[in-house]
T-cell receptor, first 115, second 112 residues
Framework: SQTIHQWPATLVQPVGSPLSLECTVEGTSNPNLYWYRQAAGRGLQLLFY??????ISSEVPQNLSASRPQDRQFILSSKKLLLSDSGFYLC??????????????FGSGTRLTVV | GDSVTQMEGPVTLSEEAFLTINCTYTATGYPSLFWYVQYPGEGLQLLLK?????DKGSNKGFEATYRKETTSFHLEKGSVQVSDSAVYFCALSQGGYQKVTFGIGTKLQVIP
């Protein structure tokens, strides 16, 4: 069966520090991968998606970047965090061939607080 | 662009009450529609889905019908339980990479 792992679960970082959040998927190959951010009162905002190794699409301009060094690994990064980067970050995957049948599968999320 | 509108809540109900959470959407073409649920401190889980007009998605006593004429996908449950307390997200998906657009989420609190 497919599983998605996301870590760390919580993170407190000072303003100006770097960030690296990691997400890995097991039990499938060639998944579509996504990073979402959930901010209070704003729902979920799609940040990045990837349809293959090294292929990253950004949905909104921001202080963050994403990379996909391996087929089932998706990394969210920042060189210098801002206070506005605080939020709940969710990684998700969907099946490449039948995404609309199964929808997204989300990781358990990372609560990031920038202080 | 595509959008999903739902009330933010919170919605507070007594146990065994009837639940309706309204969801309307704006989209070109024929999107697939989803409801996701997020329990406290967790990620989102797919609750139910419908991929074409007049389809009814159902799971765990929840139901929603894809109404193209009213561009709606309202979530209903006949008798809620305390364990249903969570945030519910309406969502739609279409496009080449199956990007999902989410509503703002509706917080449901069920009291005994």
């Amino acid at each position: 069966s497919q599983t998605i792992h996301q870590w760390p679960a919580t993170l407190v970082q000072p303003v100006g520090s770097p960030l690296s959040l990691e997400c890995t998927v097991e039990g499938t190959s060639n998944p579509n991968l996504y990073w979402y951010r959930q901010a209070a009162g704003r729902g979920l905002q799609l940040l990045f998606y990837s349809v293959g190794i090294g292929q990253i699409s950004s949905e909104v301009p921001q202080n963050l970047s994403a990379s996909r060094p391996q087929d089932r690994q998706f990394i969210l990064s920042s060189k210098k965090l801002l206070l506005s980067d605080s939020g709940f970050y969710l990684c998700a995957w969907s099946d490449r061939d039948t995404p609309l049948v199964y929808g997204y599968t989300f990781g358990s999320g990372t609560r990031l607080t920038v202080v | 662009g595509d959008s999903v509108t739902q009330m933010e809540g919170p919605v507070t109900l007594s146990e065994e009450a009837f639940l309706t959470i309204n969801c309307t959407y704006t989209a070109t073409g024929y999107p697939s529609l989803f409801w996701y649920v997020q329990y406290p401190g967790e990620g989102l889980q797919l609750l139910l889905k419908a991929t074409k007009a007049d389809d009814k998605g159902s799971n765990k006593g929840f139901e929603a019908t894809y109404r193209k004429e009213t561009t709606s996908f309202h979530l209903e449950k006949g008798s809620v339980q305390v364990s249903d307390s969570a945030v519910y997200f309406c969502a739609l998906s279409q496009g080449g990479y199956q990007k999902v657009t989410f509503g703002i989420g509706t917080k449901l609190q069920v009291i005994p």
